[in-house]
């Protein structure tokens, strides 16, 4: 399970230790020994960009001349809304064409 998400500005990343900044993107995964894992015992780790792609989470794709990362496959969730939070969530997901509908 995979799940993209939106810092807060208090979101360590599991791998590399450091903050990921606020408004920038890390990844919520599910991990036993490492490796990404469905088990109910497995360990939720975050990653920031940098360590979600090094552990190959990351897929990259050229869409319109444009790099795309399509890293986070799973259902995006936004942060939750605070009133002192004035900034619109990025769209993740490009939008796909209307014959290749996902799920
Ligand atoms: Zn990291």
Redesign the pocket.
Known sequence: MRIGNISQGKIQ??????LVPYSERYLIVKEKKGVESEDPTAEQKR??V??ATQKGYVDTRIEKGEKITTYFKGKITAPPVTDDVDIEPEAVIPAEPEADKEE
Not at 13 to 18: G, I, M, P
């Open positions: 990343c599991d791998s590399c230790k450091k990653y920031c940098k360590c």
